[in-house]
């Protein structure tokens, strides 16, 4: 049976389609090694990297595509901010309460976050994000992504 947590219960409950994939929970594993283990294009595994604002307000959840960086410059356009900044891995997961690698937008929903979506996701009907904890992925609709965190499609990643 596939691992449930928190968020296959919210997927299940918003009777979305979606398919866990477990891969090793001993370390953190990159989205490109997760892309490799899955043998899956890389530009469909989309990794979160959380931002923190230079005014006050709460992170914003930057979702890009493995292969890619996000772009300061792009996020902080994009949510109309003058700055915005990368915080250490440590404060990323203080800031969250998850784990690096295991930083979902799917688990921070109604936590404030401000989702932005690479708009290269809207290239694929669905995409692979962490599902809220190390070893394991979830592939969803991106529709349903950007329904569920409403979250918005933006360019966000480094060309």
Known sequence: MAMRNNITRLLDSKKITYEVFELSAEEKTGAL??????NIPPEMVFKTIVITRTV??????????????????LVAKAVNEK????????EAEQLTGLQAG???????????????????????PEIH???GQRGLNIRLPVKDLL???????????TP
């Not at 700055?83 to 440590?90: D, F, G, I, R």
């Open 129 to 131: 994000i962490s599902g």
């Open 56 to 73: 006050k307000g709460k992170p914003i959840l930057a979702v890009v595509p493995a292969p890619s960086e996000v772009d300061l410059k």
């Open 147 to 157: 329904h569920l965190t409403n979250g918005k499609l933006a360019e966000i990643k």
């Open 102 to 124: 295991g930083i979902s937008p799917l688990a921070l929903i109604n936590k404030g976050f401000q989702v932005l979506l690479d708009q290269s996701a809207a290239n694929f």
């Open 83 to 90: 700055k915005v900044t990368l915080p250490t891995q440590k």
């Open 33 to 38: 090694e997760t892309a490799a283990q899955l």
